[in-house]
């Protein structure tokens, strides 16, 4: 069956130090995939999109992997800041615009 | 760029009747909208695929003429909620894809529906 998975426990980690996030996906062949911050009671932001063929992406103090033969994305937020605390949420685009989204995980940051 | 809004933002309603939440594109057309449904400490659940000038696509399970969508302009999609009853409360999401600049899927604000 197709699945997204992202670590369901809540990481907590110290002000300064790098978070990082995991996404996991079976029986799909995406196209792209998308990070998204959602912070409670409000919708999805955008924060980044990597490619099937893009190894690495970074937006300032934010980088992806993406590792189709392990089929893995990784979500480092470097010189973490207690702002950055949030749901962090990936998702899949096997087809043009449908999104699929991981069950999203809790980010803390601790000053 | 790429900014979507959602209205309204918080709706209280009593069982029995429908709802009515819009979504815009505000800087930015877009061809197709969707609308997502949310559970507290659960994922995004992908309800249908809006298309404008034409009928919209449900997902398996997604009762189609209890959500009925309407997708007029290139920067409109409604979503309106019929004889809503409390298992129907929940948050929903529009997102609108722009295929210009900056290009992704960009979402709205979302809408808490409580249903009495």
């Known amino acids: 069956s197709q699945k997204i998975e992202q670590n369901s426990e809540a990481l907590n980690i110290q002000e300064g130090k790098t978070a990082t996030l995991t996404c996991n996906y079976t029986?799909?062949?995406?196209?792209?995939l998308q990070w998204y911050r959602q912070d409670p009671g409000r919708g999805p932001v955008f924060l980044l999109l990597?490619?099937?063929?893009?190894k690495e992406k970074r937006k300032e103090r934010l980088k992806v992997t993406f590792d189709t033969t392990l089929k893995q994305s990784l979500f480092h937020i470097t010189a973490s800041q207690p702002a950055d605390s949030a749901t962090y949420l990936c998702a899949l685009v096997p087809q043009e615009g449908k999104l699929i989204f991981g069950q999203g995980t809790e980010l803390s940051v601790k000053p | 760029g790429a900014v979507v809004s959602q209205h309204p933002s918080r709706v209280i309603c009593k069982s029995g009747t429908s709802v009515k939440i819009e979504c815009r594109s505000l800087?930015?057309?877009?061809?197709?909208m969707f609308w997502y449904r949310q559970f507290p400490k659960q994922s995004l659940m992908l309800m249908a695929t809006?298309?404008?000038?034409?009928?919209?696509?449900?997902e398996q399970g997604v009762e189609k003429d209890k959500f009925l969508i309407n997708h007029a302009s290139l920067t409109l999609s409604t979503l309106t909620v019929t004889s809503a009853h409390p298992e129907d409360s929940s948050f929903y999401i529009c997102?609108?894809?722009?295929?210009?600049?900056?290009?992704?899927?960009?979402f709205g604000p979302g809408t808490r529906l409580t249903v009495l």
């Open positions: 990597i490619r099937e063929n893009e």
């Open positions: 809006s298309n404008e000038g034409s009928k919209a696509t449900y």
């Open positions: 997102s609108a894809f722009s295929s210009g600049g900056p290009r992704g899927q960009f």
């Open positions: 029986n799909y062949s995406p196209a792209y």
């Open positions: 800087d930015f057309q877009a061809t197709t």
